[in-house]
């Protein structure tokens, strides 16, 4: 990637992203998010993955996720910062001023129970 970006791309973020590749990819498939290889591929190198249904079937699972939980997904809201647990787990969001669209979803009948209820903060 530093190749191809002429040496701008950020190292410490694409080791970041290789290092969480794998966890996140279950943390998904535990949210009902399915993943294949597509036949396509034409390579030497290890197999790739993609989700079943593409991006779109990830903000679908996660959004269901949310709506089930009760809670809201705030657009055009930035991070203030992360809300840590006693263990260093992430327990919520602190944003910025109010300028973010609240948006609840409707139910969809194809979710599977993804977030953890003390996930965020009521």
Same mark, same amino acid.
């Given at each position: 990637m530093r190749e191809v970006s002429g040496g701008? %791309?950020?190292r410490n973020y694409f080791r970041t992203l290789a290092q969480n590749a794998v966890g996140t990819i279950g943390w998904l498939q535990n949210h009902g998010v399915e993943f294949a290889t597509p036949v396509y591929y034409?390579? #030497?190198g290890p197999a790739r993955i993609q989700p079943?249904? &593409?991006?779109?079937? @990830? @903000? =679908?699972k996660l959004s269901n996720a949310a709506n089930?939980? +009760? $809670? =809201?997904?705030?657009? =055009?809201?930035?991070?203030? +910062?992360?809300?840590?647990?006693?263990? *260093?787990?992430?327990? &919520?969001?602190?944003? &910025? !001023?109010?300028? %973010?669209?609240? *948006? +609840?979803?409707?139910?969809?009948?194809?979710?599977? $129970? #993804?977030?953890?209820? +003390? #996930?965020? !903060? $009521?």
């Open positions: 701008l %791309a950020d034409l390579s #030497a079943v249904g &593409g991006g779109s079937a @990830i @903000i =679908e089930e939980s +009760r $809670r =809201e997904i705030l657009y =055009e809201s930035a991070v203030e +910062r992360l809300v840590m647990t006693g263990d *260093q787990r992430v327990r &919520g969001v602190r944003s &910025g !001023p109010a300028m %973010a669209s609240r *948006q +609840r979803f409707k139910p969809m009948p194809s979710f599977s $129970r #993804a977030v953890d209820s +003390r #996930a965020i !903060p $009521r």
